[in-house]
């Protein structure tokens, strides 16, 4: 998939995305509300089972890049939220909308501008009823971006991630949600 927004290029993965990921999931402090940074290894992991899905189902997650200059930017899209997780949202959701980007392209707005393209895909194309965002209590930058693209917190939906060991400081989770306007009744 592509798709083009005003300032972005938003593609599906390829093999040679590993070093541009691999600099941003690997970043003390693009990570700093994850409980680790990537390795080069484990981007390369998470970078072939995203080529997978894609494969597979259609989409997961994608690149984007500057469309003056074809630099990769970060990583934005929807996904197919894991089985553990999507069993402790509340209405169990199926599909996500997240976003990674390279720090030096922090507080120009490119996240919500890819991240709308992404929704409207998804509504659009790919005929979701719903998508949902969940990040750390504390990830404030996130939340703003799922304010900016018109999701709303769905406070009864707070949830420990599962996949965080109890007493963990980055396991409380906010949900914020949106549903497809065309469906929505
Ligand atoms: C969340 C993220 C993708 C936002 O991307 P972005 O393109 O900077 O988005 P915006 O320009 O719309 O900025 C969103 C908010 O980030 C914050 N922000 C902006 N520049 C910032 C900077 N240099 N440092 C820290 N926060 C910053 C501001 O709160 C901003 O809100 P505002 O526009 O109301 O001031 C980006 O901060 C990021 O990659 N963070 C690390 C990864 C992460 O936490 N991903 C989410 C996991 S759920």
Do not use: C
Request: proline letters at 5%.
């Amino acid at each position: 998939m592509r798709l083009e927004t005003e300032r972005l290029v938003l593609r599906s993965w390829e093999s040679r995305d590993h070093a541009s990921l691999a600099a941003v999931l690997g970043d003390a402090e693009v990570r700093r509300f994850y409980p680790t940074v990537a390795t080069p290894e484990q981007t390369r992991a998470q970078l072939e089972f995203s080529i997978e899905k894609q494969a597979a189902m259609g989409f997961h997650f994608g690149a984007a890049e500057l469309r003056s200059t074809g630099q990769f930017v970060g990583l934005v899209g929807l996904g197919y939220i894991p089985e553990e997780t999507r069993a402790a949202i509340r209405g169990q959701p199926a599909v996500e909308i997240g976003w990674q980007f390279d720090k030096a392209f922090w507080g120009q707005g490119l996240a919500p501008e890819g991240a709308r393209a992404w929704l409207t895909y998804g509504f659009e194309t790919l005929q979701l009823a719903e998508v949902v965002a969940f990040t750390f209590v504390g990830n404030l930058p996130s939340q703003r971006v799922m304010k900016k693209i018109g999701m709303m917190r769905d406070a009864d939906a707070d949830f420990e991630h599962p996949r965080l060991a109890p007493g963990h400081p980055l396991r409380s989770h906010v949900v914020y949600r949106i549903a497809n306007p065309a469906l929505d009744a």
